[in-house]
């Protein structure tokens, strides 16, 4: 089992930065990958940014050149640094561990950009 702890969301002006974390524990070892997911109102869930154990990166094109995901191995943590927030980047933001048995969850944080 895999259990993930995210925060760091909430309410900012457009324009504005965030950044979200997420702490995992548990069965570490059998993680591949992580990343973060958004889901905004009637929308399906969507990739925005994941990154490999070899830290190879790949982002939403939605995103690209405005956040940034990275990783701290020591503290089985991986961050998403959210620039020039746009009112469109609102979503409940969700990260997720592939690991090599199933992919897990977390439990969702909000993200609001709203003047």
């Known amino acids: 089992q895999v259990q993930l702890v995210e925060s760091g969301g909430g309410l900012v002006q457009p324009g504005g930065s965030l950044r979200l974390s997420c702490a995992a524990s548990?069965?570490?070892?059998?993680?591949?990958?992580m990343g973060w997911y958004r889901q905004a109102p009637g929308k399906q869930r969507e990739l925005v940014a994941i990154?490999?154990?070899?830290?190879?990166?790949n982002y939403a094109d939605s995103v690209k050149g405005r956040f940034t995901i990275s990783r701290d191995s020591a503290k089985s943590t991986v961050y998403l640094q959210m620039n020039n927030l746009k009112p469109e980047d609102t979503a409940v933001y969700y990260c997720?561990?592939?690991?090599?048995?199933?992919?897990?969850w977390g439990q969702g944080t909000q993200v609001t950009v709203s003047s």
């Open positions: 990154v490999t154990t070899g830290d190879s990166t």
């Open positions: 548990g069965s570490i070892f059998g993680i591949t990958a």
């Open positions: 997720n561990a592939n690991h090599i048995i199933r992919n897990y």
